[in-house]
């Protein structure tokens, strides 16, 4: 981790302290202010590789029972590795074709002709918000047999039509196998890619719903029925057209990074950077249950009898203007973006000092 992520980490850091000292005690579904005891998660396992450093995408495999993979964040190889658990490695994967810029996220679907399961890695880190002109996407099979090798991979590139920027979440529809990138910002949005993808040109990413407060990661539910992005403090669960359903408590960790959904799409997994980083599973609520449920019905769900329409209604959509009660800023939110930016102030004091 170099110079410029320590001193953006260490920002981020002391405004979700900061920001987490200014709010009032978040209130649980009903109304009472939330106590150690509501950060409901049963720790799975910890990462027991220590290569397994900076834990940033977590993905449960679709083919292998109880595996996880994850994979390193930047300044490391195109590397994933297939954890059981215990927390102890199974098998690793080199990626032959493949860089790894700035690995963020990965997501896992099913290869609807074959049944095999796909892994996808996104290498859409931009600490610098607009260093790169593209980004890229790996796919890679996942292998049958869990032993060690190196992989191929096919890689697509993007650009985001409204501009460069940073990105942390990645998911892949289960239906559609439509792939989409979540930015990390103040404002964020959520980019689907094109139906259809191609390696002999750079894909571009289309501009949808929007997306919390500094997205750290997301996942699709393994019905389609929802999907759910990850911030530092918490997720929200969303219908397939960006509509909110219910936000979740998460537990408290050094660095949330990562998110997905357990195969029967009733509870979350979260993971967090760091040497032997845990794993939490934390149950959806009540509400988001029922969300669940609602956004299953025929009129929303993707009909494979009417793929046309189920490539549009996957489309996450921009939210409609005065949605406030469901986007709007808090003061908790104000906070930390004047925090942040006057953490942004002192990292660019920090690399001035140091390149002079």
Request: glycine content about 8%; aromatic content about 8%; some cysteine.
């Amino acid at each position: 981790m170099g110079d410029l992520r320590r001193a953006v980490m260490t920002a981020a850091a002391t405004c979700a302290v900061l920001g987490a000292f200014a709010a009032p005690p978040a209130a649980g579904e009903t109304g009472r202010p939330r106590s150690a005891a509501d950060d409901v998660g049963e720790r799975l396992f910890r990462f027991k590789d220590k290569r397994i450093t900076e834990s940033s995408g977590l993905a449960l495999s679709p083919t292998h029972a109880d595996v996880y993979y994850t994979h390193n964040d930047s300044s490391a190889a195109p590397v994933f590795y297939a954890v059981g658990g215990d927390g102890r490695t199974r098998a690793t994967f080199h990626v032959s074709g493949a860089k790894a810029r700035d690995w963020e996220a990965m997501a896992a679907s099913k290869d609807p002709a074959t049944g095999r399961g796909v892994l996808w890695f996104a290498d859409i880190g931009d600490n610098l918000d607009g260093a790169w002109p593209d980004v890229s996407v790996y796919k890679v099979m996942e292998p049958e047999t869990l032993r060690d090798a190196t992989l191929p991979a096919v890689r697509y590139r993007f650009r985001y039509e409204d501009g460069a920027r940073n990105a942390e979440g990645l998911m892949v529809h289960p239906v559609t196998g439509r792939l989409y990138v979540v930015s990390k910002e103040f404002a964020g949005s959520v980019y689907a890619a094109p139906a259809k993808l191609r390696t002999g040109r750079v894909n571009v990413l289309r501009k949808g719903a929007a997306a919390p407060l500094m997205a750290t990661d997301a996942a699709y539910a393994p019905d389609g029925s929802s999907y759910v992005v990850r911030t530092y403090f918490s997720a929200t669960v969303y219908r397939p057209n960006g509509d909110m359903i219910a936000k979740v408590s998460m537990p408290e960790l050094d660095q949330a990074e990562s998110i997905t959904y357990t195969a029967d799409g009733r509870a979350l997994l979260t993971g967090s950077e760091g040497v032997s980083s845990p794993v939490y599973r934390v149950p959806l609520p009540e509400a988001a249950l029922r969300g669940v449920r609602a956004s299953a019905r025929p009129s929303t769900t993707p009909s494979a009898r009417a793929p046309q329409r189920a490539t549009r209604t996957a489309s996450p959509r921009p939210e409609a203007s005065g949605s406030g009660a469901e986007r709007g800023l808090t003061v908790r939110d104000v906070l930390i973006w004047l925090l942040a930016a006057a953490g942004a102030t002192g990292v660019i004091t920090f690399i001035a000092r140091r390149t002079r």
